[in-house]
């Protein structure tokens, strides 16, 4: 297809691309599968496959603690992987970065940590109406333990943030912005320099979740000067288990340690402990060795195909996923932001999202229905949920003609 200036299979040979992925190749119920379910997680190639089919065979041993070779080994690996990281992100330093479960898990860290050391009954955390509830119900916890108070930038029918309302909320008592980079429900893409620019202007620190952006828009935590960004291994073709966060030097020094045990500390006594530096200062217990190390995997492989280069694909793919899903009798764009990432949300009139989903199923067409994890957000459309197509750079125009055609028999059969 022509699109804007380029033919799409120019930015990227996608057909090669496919044979990467030896998943997309099974069928579901008897048809290929059509795998649209790619903001819940990726499908993962064959450089991370066989990465940790080569740690088990030939790495496999614990981490930093152990003098004999395949110590030494499994730990050069978890650490070679750890800089690829920071380098992918442009984090200044390698210790920047710690590794957690995933997003979930590293916005917890933040929020016990960070909660603890500064903040205080009356403070002010802000959110966005358009949180996954990763990000929502840590910042909850906090403020009912603290005393403090959640505030939540609103958002126009569109899914954009009214940045605005979110000027005037700032103000002394605001200890935190935690907002997400893209939203995984409508694909929003936000002003984030803006709202980083604007929350330092009055010193308040912003955590971007970007569970939904790091595999889809190259991010330079130095060039955005954001102070934490979480990250999920999974969502970005890689092992589930492991994820990313990334903090600024001064802030993590600054903030106790989250969990107790073996690796986060220096020495121990029954009277003292004293704690390790960063990073392992947060990585207490034996961390995910081989998804540590198999992110790397990931990481290089997305470097090969270029993040400019998704972005570009993704974006055309879009554009051509809306324009062809608009013929569909009754469906209601959910999300339709000005600027998005390849999520493509809606409803038809009349026909529950669950029962749309099973169909496409049958079909062998995996798309995911319900609140995605962000039911305050279906309850500002005043719906119960949606179906949402979220894209990756494997997916195909040929596969987005499928989804329309199934999408018309969904409809003729529920109507
Ligand atoms: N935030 C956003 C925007 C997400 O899309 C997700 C996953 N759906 C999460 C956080 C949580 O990620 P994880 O389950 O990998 O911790």
């Known amino acids: ?34 795998y649209f379910d790619n903001a819940a997680t990726t ?35 978890f650490e070679a992987s750890r800089k690829k990281l920071a380098a992918f992100i442009n984090a200044r330093h390698d210790y920047e970065l ?6 979930t898990e590293s916005i917890n860290l933040v929020a016990h940590s960070f909660g603890k050391q500064f903040v205080n009954a009356g403070d002010v955390i802000i959110i966005s109406a358009l949180e996954h ?61 803006e709202i980083i620019e604007l929350s330092h202007q009055k010193n308040i620190p912003v955590l971007l979740d970007a569970a939904q952006a790091i595999q889809h828009l190259p991010i330079d935590v130095q060039e ?17 288990g492991i994820g990313i966060l990334y903090g600024k030097e001064k802030w993590l020094n600054q903030m106790p340690p989250y969990q107790g045990g073996g690796e986060m500390i220096k020495t121990v006594t029954f009277e003292k402990t ?51 899903l608009s013929v569909i009798n009754g469906i209601r764009f959910v ?9 493509v949300a809606f409803t038809i009139d009349n026909m529950h999202p669950y029962d749309v989903g099973v169909i496409l199923d049958q079909l062998g067409i995996a798309v995911r229905t319900g609140h995605h994890c962000t039911q ?23 596969e987005i003609d499928i989804l329309t055609e199934g999408l018309k028999k969904a409809v003729s059969m529920l109507a």
Request: charged share 20%; proline share 5%.
């Open 133 to 193: 509830h990763s990000n929502i119900v840590p910042w909850q916890m906090l403020c009912e333990e603290k005393n403090a108070v959640l505030k939540v930038i609103p958002i126009n029918e569109k899914g954009e943030l009214l940045i605005s309302d979110f000027k005037e909320m700032l103000d002394e008592k605001v200890k935190l912005v935690s907002i997400n980079y893209v939203s995984n429900s409508l694909g929003t893409i936000n002003p984030v320099r």
């Open 274 to 324: 004293t704690y390790n530096e960063l990073p392992f200062k947060f990585e207490a217990g034996t961390p995910n060795i081989e998804a540590a190390i198999c992110l790397g995997a990931a990481v290089d492989y997305i470097n090969s195909i270029g993040l400019q280069n998704i972005q570009q694909y993704e974006h055309e793919l879009l554009e051509y996923t809306t324009d062809k």
């Open 98 to 103: 710690i590794f957690t479960r995933g997003t």
């Open 335 to 343: 999300g339709t932001a000005a600027n998005k990432a390849s999520v």
């Open 43 to 77: 499908q993962k190639p064959w450089a991370v496959i066989k990465a940790i089919e080569n740690y088990y065979t030939q790495l496999n041993s614990n981490v930093h603690r152990g003098v004999h070779h395949l110590s030494q080994r499994a730990t050069d690996a």
């Open 376 to 398: 305050p957000l279906m309850d500002f459309f005043c719906i119960p949920g949606t179906i949402r197509a979220s894209l990756a750079f494997y997916n195909t125009r040929e």
């Open 224 to 240: 955005l000067n954001v102070d934490f960004l979480a990250f999920s291994g999974h969502k970005m073709y890689g092992p589930t």
């Open 1 to 34: 297809m022509k699109t804007g200036t380029v033919e799409m299979d120019e930015i990227i040979a996608v057909n090669t691309i496919r044979k990467d992925f030896p998943i997309l190749a099974t069928t579901v119920n008897g048809k290929p599968l059509v």
